[in-house]
């Protein structure tokens, strides 16, 4: 009877440990399948079921900061004052939501906290080291997105990614930690000579092209953390005029989150790009991509689930107008 017991509680025991790794990866799949379809709240239910199943975890309370710090990239994209400039409304006065900022600060102390309990366990631990350098990164860019605090992103960015390439040297496969480092070298690599040379002297330094390839892998090789860089991918390739290497991103995740009007919109952003470096340059333009551009404002504005953002649609639909005339 004892000889069963203690079997039954192994059997039991196996399959919760068996189950949780699963269960927990269907409630990020679908927290993320709605964060990138915009459904904020329903992207955190979810992110708060996984910290019901795994409390100790730090998985779920980095995927919630994650979730706010995607929400406030998107709202301040929807804010931006003109697509084709690099002025925006959030640059002059953007209203802080400091009760977001207090949730988010939450949620990432929470993640380092539970992610060094298990390091002090076991400082090999390559999961806790990741979700360490991820919630260290999530932190640097609110920092210098949200609160323009430079010298603390940079701090703490610089956190991230030694604690990112520390994972890459126990795993080299875990192609999500990249992310981290592709994108400090992306944006280290792309400040000014001056500003390059002073965050050298933190010992710091970057390179566009390493920055680049490394989102790229994470788009192409990561698994969580691949749609994150699609998406920083579609301002990179802008920003390096690869004009068709940000319609295909921007389509392709357009395609697969059809609730997401920005990706569509940022499609419609690409493409008028494209078409306006070509008239610059005297170069062919095909003009199935200029129709594709008015088509896709004009079923925006006529979905009627995308009702209440019409006057955003519109006015980007005008200024585009204006542009390609």
């Not at 860019?141 to 603390?152: D, L």
């Not at 981290?180 to 092209?209: E, N």
């Not at 979905?303 to 006015?315: E, G, T, V, Y």
Request: charged share 30%; net charge positive; aromatic share 8%.
């Amino acid at each position: 009877m004892v000889c069963a017991r203690i079997l039954f509680l192994l059997v039991s025991v196996t399959t919760v440990v068996g189950q949780s790794p699963a269960s927990l990866d269907k409630l990020r799949a679908d927290g993320y399948e709605a964060l990138f379809n915009l459904d904020y709240e329903g992207a955190r239910r979810q992110f708060k079921k996984m910290i019901e199943v795994a409390p100790d975890n730090p998985v779920g309370p980095q995927s919630l900061a994650a979730s706010l710090w995607i929400q406030q990239l998107n709202e301040s994209w929807e804010l931006k004052a003109t697509l084709y400039s690099d002025k925006s409304n959030a640059d002059s006065k953007e209203k802080i939501d400091q009760q977001r900022v207090d949730e988010f600060k939450k949620w990432t102390r929470r993640a380092k906290q539970l992610a060094q309990v298990r390091l002090r366990r076991d400082p090999r631990d390559v999961e806790a080291l990741y979700f360490l350098g991820a919630a260290e990164g999530l932190e640097a860019v609110y920092s210098a997105g949200v609160e323009r605090k430079y010298m603390a992103a940079l701090r703490t960015a610089e956190d991230a990614v030694d604690h990112h390439r520390k994972v890459l040297e126990l795993s080299p496969k875990f192609y999500d930690a990249e992310l981290t480092i592709g994108l400090q070298d992306y944006v280290i690599g792309s400040l000014p000579l001056p500003v390059k040379m002073l965050a050298g002297t933190f010992g710091v330094r970057g390179s566009k092209k390493r920055g680049v390839t490394a989102l790229e892998t994470v788009a192409r090789d990561g698994h969580w953390g691949r749609d994150i860089a699609r998406l920083l991918l579609i301002d990179v390739y802008k920003r390096e005029k690869r004009w068709d290497d940000a319609i295909a991103t921007t389509r392709d995740l357009a395609t697969r989150y059809p609730k997401n009007y920005l990706f569509k919109l940022q499609l419609a952003d690409a493409l008028t790009l494209k078409i306006a470096a070509a008239r610059k340059s005297k170069s062919p333009i095909d003009a199935s991509e200029e129709r594709e551009v008015f088509a896709i404002f004009d079923a925006l504005l006529r979905d009627k689930a995308f009702a209440s953002q019409a006057r955003l649609i519109q006015s980007r639909r005008d200024e585009t107008q204006r542009l390609l005339k």
